[in-house]
Nanobody, 121 residues
């Protein structure tokens, strides 16, 4: 299984970006999908989560500005970043909880490689 994240870049404060993460490989089903970020010199933090039935949750610092969505047919998860602030600058990672086969009940977590978002003031 591989997760490929894309969509990062350099944007001015107040601008927008859309991140996409596509899961590929041996996938039977995907449970939760989410985004994390790691700013320079800081620990990785959870940003947003979406369940298989579309329920969402966000860290307080991005509520009202970021929107997570998913396409279950394409095994993708998106993160729309609006009203960006310099403190949103970080490498953004996607994560998915994946079941690889109908013959197992085990879900495992997989991570994407990260995509850099830089917000200038």
């Amino acid at each position: 299984v591989q997760l490929q994240a894309s969509g990062g870049g350099l944007v001015q404060a107040g601008g927008s970006l859309r991140l996409t993460c596509a899961a590929s490989g041996r996938i039977f089903s995907i449970n939760d999908m989410g985004w994390y970020r790691q700013a320079p010199g800081k620990q990785r933090e959870w940003v947003a989560r979406i369940t298989s039935d579309g329920s969402t949750d966000y860290v307080d610092s991005v509520k009202g500005r970021f929107t997570i969505s998913r396409d279950n047919d394409k095994n993708t998860v998106n993160l729309q970043l609006n009203s960006l602030k310099p403190e949103d600058t970080a490498v953004y990672y996607c994560r998915a909880e994946i079941r690889q086969s109908a013959f197992t009940s085990i879900f495992s977590y997989y991570w994407g490689q990260g995509t850099l978002v830089t917000v200038s003031s």
